[in-house]
């Protein structure tokens, strides 16, 4: 397996491509970790996480269109998750590139 941390950091960054074209956020990186996972180093541990935590978004997003309909509360959940979902992506890609560890707040392990 080769050290590819220019890929990892893209992987890491492809979430934000949801900003550009309005979805894919989920199938971008899915597409980097399932064509690389075998050939990159940490890839397999990267996508995961990356998986996991866009799986994660989905969930908190659905959990919130109950509350926006009782409370308006909602709203602020999806602005929350929003910044978390653009803030994120960037940090971790930095620290990928830093030869750290990322982590995501707010993720379930869907796959482990």
């Known amino acids: 397996m080769k050290q590819n941390r220019q890929l990892l950091v893209i992987t890491h ?3 934000l491509v949801s900003l550009v074209i309005g979805f894919g956020s989920l199938i971008a990186p899915l597409i ?3 064509s690389q996972k075998d050939t990159v ?3 397999d541990a990267h996508g995961k996480s990356i998986v996991n935590f866009q799986l994660s978004l989905v969930v908190l997003y659905i959990v919130c269109v109950p509350l926006i309909l009782l409370f308006g509360l ?3 959940g999806w602005f929350i ?3 978390i979902s653009i803030i994120y992506p960037i ?3 930095i620290k990928v590139s830093n030869g750290e ?3 995501y707040p707010l993720s379930f392990n869907f796959i482990s």
């Open 13 to 15: 960054l492809s979430q």
């Open 32 to 34: 980097l970790w399932m």
């Open 74 to 76: 909602g709203l602020l």
């Open 91 to 93: 940090i971790n890609a």
């Open 81 to 83: 998750l929003g910044a």
């Open 101 to 103: 560890n990322p982590e």
């Open 41 to 43: 180093y940490q890839m």
